[in-house]
Nanobody, 122 residues
Framework: QVQLVESGGGLVQAGGSLRLSCAAS????????MGWFRQAPGKEREFVAA????????YYGDSVKGRFTITNDKAKNTVYLQMNSLKPEDTAVYYC???????????????WGQGTQVTVSS
């Protein structure tokens, strides 16, 4: 069993930066992928980024490429999402997730955090 707790959300002006953290309790196997999704009001959940726990290969959604960076710290069982050049359209609840899957974009993740709100003002 894995539990995920996100932190770091908040209110920021457009062009600013935030760093989200996701602390995992329980054992994270090297076969796991950890990711971030987001959901804005009235919109479908959107893939943001993912990282393979073993080799740290990363994946990004098109809307965040070049602006967001996902990293992990295995010693702390934590994954981070550095968000730069934030836009109002980045406003959403961001969810941390983990699972054993081959396709990080469309695969079925097994564990989800409670979410953290990110609001970007124009």
């Amino acid at each position: 069993q894995v539990q995920l707790v996100e932190s770091g959300g908040g209110l920021v002006q457009a062009g600013g930066s935030l760093r989200l953290s996701c602390a995992a309790s329980g054992r994270l196997f090297n076969t796991y992928t950890m990711g971030w999704f987001r959901q804005a009001p009235g919109k479908e959940r959107e893939f943001v980024a993912a990282i393979r726990w073993s080799g740290s290969t990363t994946y990004y959604g098109d809307s965040v490429k070049g602006r967001f960076t996902i990293t992990n710290d295995k010693a702390k069982n934590t994954v981070y999402l550095q968000m730069n050049s934030l836009k109002p359209e980045d406003t959403a609840v961001y969810y941390c997730t983990a699972g054993f899957l081959s396709n990080p974009y469309t695969g079925r993740y097994d564990y989800w955090g409670q979410g953290t709100q990110v609001t970007v003002s124009s």
